[in-house]
């Protein structure tokens, strides 16, 4: 079965600096890839997704992820925090050949310092 | 704008209470789904439907059950709270089709139960 991992629980970071939010996937033949953002005291809202073709992908709030498929990664990058970022971040994968459910990782809580 | 909305934000019940917890979408979406939310669990599928009267267990229905009467509205139904239910439940509903595994799921703000 698909599985997704986050690799770190909580990132603190300095306003303005770059970040990085790791995502490994098991492998699998086909994929749609996404994270998605929880503000405090809120529900998720997508922030980008991978579907196919170029594996850059850009997303709102200036937050890009790169596929790589031989790593199996999907990792979410963004050169230059704010504090209004600070937020919990889920990487989830769709496996078509399960429905298309969405499998979601543990979650990174970023929390930007000023 | 896509709206889903949940009945309460904030809710505590007492063990063995019969719980309801339900989500509107506003976006004539056929799929809806339950999951919850513990720290360090990420999220994970309780139940979701396809469509009117379908159902589907997820990854962890055992202790709930759920309703789909009309299009719109997804009820989540604890029948007898225990106290490791105290979490928290989100809502999601998403678009139909083929492509329907590579479409958002767009999400309620989430009620927080807590079972005492």
């Known amino acids: 079965a698909q599985s997704v991992t986050q690799l770190d629980s909580q990132v603190p970071v300095f306003e303005e600096a770059p970040v990085e939010l790791r995502c490994n996937y098991s492998s699998s033949v086909s994929v749609y890839l996404f994270w998605y953002v929880q503000y405090p005291n809120q529900g998720l809202q997508l922030l980008l997704k991978?579907?196919?073709?170029?594996?850059l992908v850009k997303g709102i709030n200036g937050f890009e992820a790169e596929f790589n498929k031989s790593q199996t990664s999907f990792h979410l990058r963004k050169p230059s925090v704010h504090i209004s970022d600070t937020a919990e971040y889920f990487c989830?994968?769709?496996?078509?050949?399960?429905?298309?459910?969405?499998?979601f990782g543990q979650g990174t809580e970023l929390s930007v310092k000023p | 704008d896509v709206k889903v909305t949940q009945s309460s934000r904030y809710l505590v019940k007492r063990t063995g209470e019969k719980v309801f917890l339900e989500c509107v979408q506003d976006?004539?979406?056929?799929?809806m789904f339950w999951y919850r939310q513990d720290p360090g669990l990420g999220l994970r599928l309780i139940y979701f439907s396809y469509d009117v009267k379908m159902k589907e267990k997820g990854d962890i229905p055992e202790g709930y059950s759920v309703s789909r009467e009309k299009k719109e509205r997804f009820s989540l139904i604890l029948e007898s709270a225990s106290t490791n239910q105290t979490s928290m439940y989100l809502c999601?509903?998403?678009?139909?089709?083929?492509?329907?595994?590579?479409?958002?799921?767009?999400f309620g703000p989430g009620t927080r139960l807590t079972v005492l």
């Open positions: 991978y579907l196919s073709g170029s594996t």
């Open positions: 999601a509903s998403r678009p139909p089709g083929l492509a329907g595994s590579a479409d958002t799921q767009y």
């Open positions: 989830a994968v769709s496996d078509y050949n399960q429905g298309g459910k969405l499998i």
């Open positions: 976006m004539d979406h056929e799929n």
